[in-house]
C-alpha cells in the first residue's frame, strides 16, 4: 500500500445468506467499534418494488432513508446512491475508514469495478469521476457458513429457489457461493462442520480457490473486533483488494497447492485444437459433480475469432465471449492489446492458428480428474475435422453450434453503468447443460 495514498480506506464484507449474511452484520458492527469508522448497508428485499432501505452508522449513531428506485435493479443503486455516497463520506476529515455490509443481491466484484469506473456526477464542490478518487479499497471480505458453504457450492439450487432472487434472476446459489469467497482477500468462516475432516476438507478447498486469503476461523454468531481487526492485518500486501481480472490474467493466481489433499485437488486443461461445439456441449456434464469451480479460455471452432470464457460452479455455468484472439485482431487493435498477453502468446505462436488455444483450471472435491480429462479430450475436433477447419473454415461455421449465441439482460434505462450484467457472460446451464 502506498503511504501517500490519502483516500479513504473501504473494506467491503460479503456473505450469501443465513448465518453468513448475519455474520457480516456482526463483522461491521465489529470494525465500527475503531473510531472514525463507517458502515452502510443496503436492504435491497424490497428492491422489486422499486424500494431500497439504506442504513449509515458512525459509533452508536444511525441514520436510516427509504430510497425510492425509478428502475428497481442492483445497478442503479449503486450508481444512484451507494456511489455519490461514498464520495461525500469520504471528503469528511472525521470518516477514517468505510465499511459496505453488503446485502446478498450485491455482488462484491460488481461493487468494486463500479467504484473504480463509474463516473459518479453531480456533487457539489467535486470533479464528476468515478468514486475510486476519493477512496481506495483496502479488502474484501467474505463470510461464510462452515456447515454448509461446501454443499451450496456445489449445489443446483437457484437464487430464486432459495428466495434470495426474483424469479427472472437465473444465478445459482453456487455462482454466488464461489463468487465471493473466489473474490476475496481474507475469509470469515463461521461456526464448524463438527467434523474435523470435513473442516479440513473445506480448508483444501480455500486454500486452492484463495490461495493466500487468510482464513479466520469464529463462533457461530460472527467475529468480535479483536479478531476481525487482526485479519484485516494478516491479509497478504500484493492481495488483489478490489482488482477485477480480465480473461486473459493467468488462471492460477498466487501459489495454491497443487497435490491433492483429502479428495480437493486443482487440474489443469490445456489443448492447441478446439472443440467441437457439439461434443463440448455433451462434456460439460463431467464440470457439474464433484467439481467446485472451473474456469478459462475455449477455442470453438465454430467460432474461430472469438475467445470464449467458461466459467462454472457447481450446477450452474456461464459462456461467452471474451473478445478476439490476437491472431484475429487487425494490425492497429493489435497494436493496442496488452503487452503481457502479447509476450505470452508469442511463446507459444502457431503458424497456422496464432494463439488461439484452450487452457482451464478445474477445482474437483469429489471427481476423477482423469474422467474430466478424457471427457474433455473427446470433445477436441479430431484430425480430418481440423484439416477441414484449415482449409474451409466457412464450412466449418456452419456447423451446429450450441453456444451460438451470447445472453444479455441490460438495465432497463439502457444506460450505460460499467456494471457486469448478470447474464452477460453469456447462458446459464442446468446440469445437463440445457439452457435455463
Same mark, same amino acid.
Given at each position: 500500500m502506498i503511504e501517500s495514498d490519502r483516500r479513504t480506506p473501504v473494506v467491503v464484507i460479503a456473505g450469501s445468506s443465513g448465518r453468513a449474511t448475519a455474520g457480516v452484520d456482526?463483522?461491521?458492527?465489529?470494525?465500527?467499534?475503531?473510531?472514525?469508522?463507517?458502515?452502510?448497508?443496503?436492504?435491497?428485499?424490497?428492491?422489486?418494488?422499486?424500494?431500497?432501505?439504506?442504513?449509515?452508522?458512525?459509533?452508536?449513531?444511525?441514520?436510516s432513508a427509504v430510497l425510492e428506485l425509478a428502475h428497481g435493479c442492483v445497478s442503479c443503486t449503486?450508481?444512484?446512491?451507494?456511489?455519490?455516497?461514498?464520495?461525500?463520506?469520504?471528503?469528511?476529515?472525521?470518516?477514517?475508514?468505510?465499511?459496505?455490509?453488503?446485502?446478498?443481491?450485491?455482488?462484491a466484484e460488481a461493487v468494486c469495478q463500479a467504484i473504480e469506473n463509474v463516473v459518479?456526477?453531480?456533487?457539489?464542490?467535486? !470533479?464528476?469521476?468515478?468514486?475510486?478518487?476519493?477512496? +481506495?479499497?483496502?479488502?474484501? $471480505?467474505?463470510?461464510? =457458513? /462452515?456447515?454448509?458453504? @461446501?454443499?451450496?457450492?456445489?449445489?443446483?439450487?437457484?437464487?430464486?429457489?432459495?428466495?434470495?432472487?426474483?424469479?427472472?434472476?437465473?444465478?445459482?446459489?453456487?455462482?454466488?457461493?464461489v463468487g465471493q469467497v473466489d473474490f476475496a482477500d481474507a475469509v470469515v468462516a463461521l461456526g464448524d462442520s463438527g467434523d474435523p475432516l470435513e473442516r479440513m476438507r473445506l480448508g483444501a478447498v480455500l486454500a486452492r480457490l484463495v490461495p493466500g486469503a487468510p482464513v479466520a476461523w469464529v463462533?457461530?454468531?460472527?467475529?468480535?473486533?479483536?479478531?476481525?481487526?487482526?485479519?484485516?492485518?494478516?491479509?497478504?500486501?500484493?492481495?488483489?483488494?478490489?482488482?477485477?481480472?480480465?480473461?486473459?490474467?493467468?488462471?492460477?493466481?498466487?501459489?495454491?497447492?497443487?497435490?491433492?489433499?483429502?479428495? !480437493?485437488?486443482?487440474?489443469?486443461?490445456?489443448?492447441? +485444437?478446439?472443440?467441437?461445439? $457439439?461434443?463440448?456441449? =455433451? /462434456?460439460?456434464?463431467? @464440470?457439474?459433480?464433484?467439481?467446485?469451480?472451473?474456469?478459462?479460455?475455449?477455442?470453438?471452432?465454430?467460432?474461430p475469432d472469438e475467445v470464449v470464457w467458461l466459467e462454472s460452479a457447481g450446477g450452474g455455468l456461464r459462456v461467452g465471449g471474451a473478445g478476439p484472439w490476437l491472431a484475429a485482431m487487425s494490425p492497429a487493435e493489435l497494436e493496442s492489446a496488452d503487452p503481457t498477453r502479447r509476450?505470452?502468446?508469442?511463446?507459444?505462436?502457431?503458424?497456422?492458428?496464432?494463439?488461439?488455444?484452450?487452457?482451464?483450471?478445474?477445482?474437483?472435491?469429489?471427481?476423477?480428474?482423469?474422467e474430466i480429462r478424457q471427457a474433455l479430450y473427446w470433445a477436441l475436433v479430431e484430425d480430418d475435422e481440423l484439416r477441414l477447419l484449415e482449409r474451409a473454415p466457412e464450412l466449418v461455421a456452419q456447423w451446429e453450434d450450441p453456444f451460438g449465441e451470447w445472453h444479455t439482460d441490460p438495465c432497463e434505462t439502457g444506460e450505460s453503468t460499467g456494471l457486469p450484467v448478470e447474464g452477460s457472460a453469456g447462458q446459464s446451464k442446468s446440469p445437463k447443460g440445457e439452457s435455463t
Open positions: 456482526r463483522a461491521a458492527d465489529a470494525l465500527r467499534t475503531t473510531p472514525g469508522t463507517v458502515t452502510i448497508r443496503h436492504d435491497l428485499s424490497g428492491l422489486r418494488e422499486g424500494i431500497v432501505h439504506r442504513t449509515v452508522r458512525t459509533g452508536e449513531h444511525e441514520t449503486l450508481r444512484m446512491d451507494l456511489l455519490p455516497l461514498l464520495c461525500t463520506l469520504a471528503a469528511r476529515d472525521s470518516v477514517y475508514r468505510i465499511v459496505l455490509a453488503l446485502d446478498p443481491a450485491f455482488e459518479v456526477t453531480g456533487i457539489v464542490g467535486r !470533479v464528476d469521476g468515478p468514486a475510486g478518487r476519493d477512496v +481506495r479499497l483496502e479488502a474484501v $471480505v467474505t463470510c461464510l =457458513e /462452515a456447515e454448509r458453504w @461446501l454443499a451450496d457450492a456445489t449445489g443446483e439450487e437457484t437464487l430464486a429457489e432459495r428466495g434470495l432472487a426474483t424469479a427472472d434472476d437465473e444465478r445459482t446459489v453456487a455462482q454466488l457461493a463462533a457461530p454468531d460472527g467475529p468480535g473486533s479483536e479478531e476481525i481487526e487482526t485479519l484485516l492485518t494478516r491479509i497478504p500486501v500484493d492481495s488483489r483488494r478490489g482488482r477485477v481480472f480480465d480473461a486473459h490474467a493467468p488462471l492460477l493466481r498466487g501459489q495454491p497447492p497443487l497435490g491433492a489433499d483429502h479428495a !480437493v485437488a486443482l487440474m489443469e486443461f490445456a489443448a492447441s +485444437r478446439p472443440f467441437h461445439p $457439439v461434443r463440448l456441449h =455433451e /462434456a460439460l456434464d463431467v @464440470l457439474f459433480d464433484g467439481v467446485v469451480t472451473a474456469r478459462g479460455r475455449i477455442w470453438l471452432a465454430t467460432q509476450a505470452m502468446a508469442a511463446l507459444r505462436w502457431d503458424d497456422r492458428f496464432g494463439d488461439r488455444d484452450t487452457s482451464l483450471v478445474i477445482l474437483v472435491h469429489d471427481a476423477d480428474p482423469a
